[in-house]
């Protein structure tokens, strides 16, 4: 699963990333409304945390550019301002809970989980490629009508793959989809990753694909006999 927290002050940040991503999240992070708006536009997640008092504006606007923009998103609202109607404002705008500062990691876990259960409204909840069909709501492929059953960093490459399928994904956007766009990634993580999602797509297709495209990114591919 990957989060999009939006929060100014580091400490924090750095405090949650780290207890979120033992808990297997990925979590990317962003410090102001212009950097949240840019990372929701060209990026899936599956649940945003917004602290309201942000240095460029109020965070809960957030919640409405997502509407707008047709990037549907479950959103907790995490802040200082705690008062009823300060909830009840979130809340009416599209919140699906909101958590008043200070509090206990462990309760957003919980308050996490929860949410995540909860289906996002959204038109489709399918992708097909081929026989490879992906289900956005459950995060569950089938490869000719059977499960495939990937690693979670294997299922995060493959989703970016199956946003575009056929054409270029680059290396830099699959390493943020699956490592979070702010973090430090090693040259041949991405390629370990992409060498046992490679292995599981042969064990139930010979027509579905990765192909390299040299220095630049990958392509899922259909009947290809150029793959690398």
Excluded: W
């Excluded at 509407?67 to 959103?75: A, E, G, I, S, V």
């Excluded at 299922?155 to 946003?163: F, I």
């Amino acid at each position: 699963m990957r989060l999009l927290l939006i929060e100014d002050e580091e400490g924090i940040a750095e405090t949650l990333v780290a207890f979120l991503e033992r808990h297997e999240f990925v979590v990317d992070v962003a410090p102001t409304l212009a950097i949240a708006k840019v990372a929701i536009l060209e990026n899936e997640f599956d649940l945003v945390i917004v602290d309201r008092l942000l240095p460029d504006g109020d965070g809960i606007s957030i919640l409405n550019f997502a509407k707008t923009q047709h990037k549907p998103q479950r959103f907790i609202l995490l802040t200082a301002l705690a008062d009823s109607h300060d909830k009840i404002q979130g809340l009416e705008l599209g919140a699906l809970d909101y958590i008043a500062k200070p509090f206990e990691p462990r309760e957003l876990l919980a308050r996490i989980r929860n949410c995540l259960r909860l289906p996002l409204e959204v038109a489709a909840q399918t992708k097909q490629f081929g026989a490879l069909v992906y289900n956005s709501i459950s995060h569950t492929f089938t490869l000719n009508k059977e499960p495939l059953l990937l690693r979670r960093t294997e299922a995060l490459v493959l989703e970016a793959l199956m946003t575009r399928p056929g054409t270029l994904v680059t290396r830099e956007a699959l390493e943020a989809r699956v490592y979070g766009y702010d973090k430090f990634v090693t040259s041949n993580s991405l390629e370990s990753q992409i060498s046992r999602l490679r292995k599981n797509l042969a064990e139930k297709s010979d027509h579905i694909r990765i192909k390299t495209v040299r220095g630049m990114g990958y392509s899922l591919v259909e009947d290809d006999s150029d793959n690398e």
